[in-house]
Protein backbone atom coordinates (compact mmCIF):
# COMPACT_ATOMS: atom_id res chain seq x y z
CA UNK A 1 0.00 0.00 0.00
CA UNK A 2 1.10 3.76 -0.67
CA UNK A 3 1.84 5.93 1.94
CA UNK A 4 -1.83 7.39 2.14
CA UNK A 5 -3.07 4.65 2.75
CA UNK A 6 -0.71 3.55 5.38
CA UNK A 7 -1.34 6.79 6.80
CA UNK A 8 -4.80 6.54 6.72
CA UNK A 9 -5.21 2.82 8.18
CA UNK A 10 -2.27 4.33 11.21
CA UNK A 11 -4.82 7.52 12.09
CA UNK A 12 -0.71 9.13 11.64
CA UNK A 13 -0.16 12.28 9.41
CA UNK A 14 1.99 11.12 5.85
CA UNK A 15 4.88 13.62 7.22
CA UNK A 16 4.56 11.68 10.52
CA UNK A 17 5.02 8.56 8.40
CA UNK A 18 7.89 10.02 6.72
CA UNK A 19 9.74 11.02 9.71
CA UNK A 20 9.30 7.64 11.29
CA UNK A 21 10.76 6.41 8.15
CA UNK A 22 13.78 9.09 8.90
CA UNK A 23 14.45 8.56 12.32
CA UNK A 24 14.89 4.92 11.68
CA UNK A 25 11.53 3.43 13.62
CA UNK A 26 9.90 2.33 10.30
CA UNK A 27 11.19 0.73 7.38
CA UNK A 28 8.59 0.27 4.25
CA UNK A 29 9.87 -1.74 1.26
CA UNK A 30 10.84 0.43 -1.64
CA UNK A 31 9.16 -0.53 -5.04
CA UNK A 32 10.96 -0.86 -8.40
CA UNK A 33 10.12 2.88 -8.63
CA UNK A 34 11.26 3.76 -5.73
CA UNK A 35 7.89 4.23 -4.14
CA UNK A 36 7.76 3.57 -0.56
CA UNK A 37 5.58 0.33 -0.34
CA UNK A 38 4.12 0.18 2.69
CA UNK A 39 2.98 -3.64 4.24
CA UNK A 40 0.28 -4.70 6.94
CA UNK A 41 2.89 -5.16 9.59
CA UNK A 42 4.53 -1.69 8.61
CA UNK A 43 1.09 -0.39 9.58
CA UNK A 44 0.51 -2.07 13.17
CA UNK A 45 4.28 -0.84 13.92
CA UNK A 46 2.54 2.73 13.21
CA UNK A 47 -0.13 1.76 15.17
CA UNK A 48 2.17 1.26 17.96
CA UNK A 49 4.11 4.02 17.70
CA UNK A 50 1.32 6.56 17.53
CA UNK A 51 -0.62 4.36 20.89
CA UNK A 52 3.03 4.76 22.65
CA UNK A 53 3.48 8.49 21.45
CA UNK A 54 0.08 9.29 23.25
CA UNK A 55 0.48 8.00 26.11
CA UNK A 56 3.38 10.78 26.44
CA UNK A 57 6.52 8.08 25.58
CA UNK A 58 9.35 10.00 23.87
CA UNK A 59 10.54 8.93 20.27
CA UNK A 60 13.77 7.46 22.06
CA UNK A 61 11.45 5.53 24.54
CA UNK A 62 8.82 4.37 21.51
CA UNK A 63 11.61 3.00 19.95
CA UNK A 64 12.64 1.32 22.71
CA UNK A 65 9.39 -0.24 23.40
CA UNK A 66 9.16 -1.09 19.76
CA UNK A 67 12.63 -3.05 20.48
CA UNK A 68 11.15 -4.56 23.39
CA UNK A 69 7.79 -5.48 21.41
CA UNK A 70 9.61 -7.21 19.18
CA UNK A 71 11.67 -9.36 21.48
CA UNK A 72 10.54 -12.74 22.48
CA UNK A 73 12.97 -12.63 25.06
CA UNK A 74 11.87 -9.48 26.90
CA UNK A 75 11.41 -9.02 30.32
CA UNK A 76 8.48 -7.40 31.26
CA UNK A 77 10.51 -5.13 33.92
CA UNK A 78 11.88 -3.43 31.39
CA UNK A 79 8.58 -2.46 30.07
CA UNK A 80 7.34 -1.38 33.07
CA UNK A 81 10.61 0.69 34.62
CA UNK A 82 9.95 2.55 31.20
CA UNK A 83 6.93 3.31 31.90
CA UNK A 84 7.37 4.40 35.14
CA UNK A 85 9.87 6.53 34.17
CA UNK A 86 7.24 8.03 32.39
CA UNK A 87 4.94 8.60 35.00
CA UNK A 88 7.33 9.94 37.55
CA UNK A 89 7.98 12.50 34.66
CA UNK A 90 4.10 13.37 34.07
CA UNK A 91 3.92 14.40 38.09
CA UNK A 92 7.11 16.46 37.64
CA UNK A 93 5.43 18.52 34.73
CA UNK A 94 1.73 18.58 36.69
CA UNK A 95 4.12 19.58 40.16
CA UNK A 96 5.57 22.49 37.69
CA UNK A 97 2.12 23.46 36.28
CA UNK A 98 0.20 23.68 40.21
CA UNK A 99 3.03 25.60 40.39
CA UNK A 100 3.02 28.12 37.55
CA UNK A 101 -0.73 28.26 37.90
CA UNK A 102 -0.07 29.29 41.72
CA UNK A 103 2.37 31.92 40.61
CA UNK A 104 -0.05 33.50 38.04
CA UNK A 105 -3.25 33.18 40.22
CA UNK A 106 -1.18 35.53 42.58
CA UNK A 107 -0.36 38.05 39.75
CA UNK A 108 -3.33 38.05 39.00
CA UNK A 109 -5.00 38.87 42.36
CA UNK A 110 -2.77 41.61 42.61
CA UNK A 111 -3.34 42.79 39.69
CA UNK A 112 -6.45 45.65 40.09
CA UNK A 113 -7.82 44.88 36.48
CA UNK A 114 -9.16 48.60 35.82
CA UNK A 115 -9.04 51.35 33.75
CA UNK A 116 -4.68 52.44 35.41
CA UNK A 117 -1.95 51.17 33.75
CA UNK A 118 -0.31 49.92 36.48
CA UNK A 119 -0.20 45.52 36.53
CA UNK A 120 1.67 43.25 38.34
CA UNK A 121 1.40 40.64 35.82
CA UNK A 122 3.41 42.47 33.07
CA UNK A 123 5.77 44.25 35.58
CA UNK A 124 6.80 40.30 36.50
CA UNK A 125 6.93 39.15 33.24
CA UNK A 126 9.45 42.31 32.72
CA UNK A 127 11.16 41.41 35.31
CA UNK A 128 10.45 44.80 37.00
CA UNK A 129 10.48 45.98 40.82
CA UNK A 130 7.64 48.61 41.71
CA UNK A 131 8.92 51.18 43.88
CA UNK A 132 6.55 51.16 47.22
CA UNK A 133 4.89 54.45 47.63
Known amino acids: MNIGEASRLSGLPPKTVRYYEEVGLIKPARASNGYRYYRD ?28 YEDSNRKSEDVKRLASSRIAEIDRKIAELKSLKRALANLAEQCHGDQAPDCPILDEIAGTIRAEA
Open 41 to 68: RDVHMLRFLQRSRSLGFTIEEARRLLSL
